[in-house]
């Protein structure tokens, strides 16, 4: 079976501190993809970045970044800078190639303290 | 902007009430999802669908019913709504080429019987 584990069910962080959530996952196949998704209070769920199963190097965009680790079957977030803003639920997930439907994590509540 | 929308964004209705949420997208994407939220947060599969004429039900047990009459539309229908349905209600689409792009989602329903 596939599936996604988020051992964090909350944490909290200062302003401007950097913060890593967790994320593993379980599949048998090699090629797939990963993201990592925000879902702010009463909001659009958002998508914050997404990786390549077959790509090494760890994708950015801005403050966020990943650590990627094919063979623990590991995907942490790593949000720098943190903001007010930032305060969401975190959503990974992952698609294999060629499936069918995404596979979601339990979720990370991550708020950020002024 | 949302390209994807869902109507209404909050609902209370009695029991035994029938009921329709609406989702529809404007980017032309071939699938079509239906997320039940629950109160912790996670996300349920209910329904899914790859294309006009193609609906499935998903990995939670549910007993609304969908259609997807046009590629744009999908709306997700309770017959007779119980307490037991109250939940959020998230709806999300993606393109057919790969998997790689993500979902794009609506920004839910809040759905409340009583």
């Known amino acids: 079976a596939q599936t996604v584990t988020q051992s964090q069910p909350e944490m909290s962080v200062q302003e401007a501190e950097t913060v890593t959530l967790s994320c593993t996952y379980d599949?048998?196949?090699?090629?797939?993809?990963l993201f990592w998704y925000k879902q702010p209070p009463s909001r659009q769920m958002i998508l914050v970045i997404r990786q390549e199963a077959y790509k090494q190097q760890n994708a950015t965009e801005n403050r966020f970044s990943v650590n990627f680790q094919k063979a623990a079957k590991s995907f942490s977030l790593k949000i720098s800078d943190s903001q007010l803003g930032d305060t969401a639920m975190y959503f990974c997930a992952f698609i294999v190639n060629y499936g069918q439907n995404f596979v979601f994590g339990p979720g990370t509540r991550l708020s950020v303290l002024p | 902007e949302a390209d994807i929308y869902q109507t209404p964004r909050y609902l209370v209705i009695g029991t035994g009430k029938k009921i329709t949420l609406e989702c529809s997208q404007t980017?032309?994407?071939?699938?079509m999802y239906w997320y039940q939220q629950d109160p912790g947060m996670e996300l349920h599969l209910i329904h899914y669908s790859y294309g006009v004429n193609s609906t499935e039900k998903g990995d939670l047990s549910s007993e609304s019913t969908v259609s997807r009459i046009r590629t744009e539309h999908f709306p997700l229908t309770l017959e007779s709504a119980r307490p037991s349905h109250t939940s959020q209600y998230l709806c999300?689409?993606?393109?057919?080429?790969?998997?790689?792009?993500?979902?794009?989602f609506g920004s839910g329903t809040r759905l409340t019987v009583v």
């Open positions: 599949t048998s196949e090699s090629n797939y993809y």
């Open positions: 980017m032309g994407h071939d699938k």
């Open positions: 999300a689409s993606s393109e057919s080429r790969g998997q790689g792009v993500g979902y794009t």
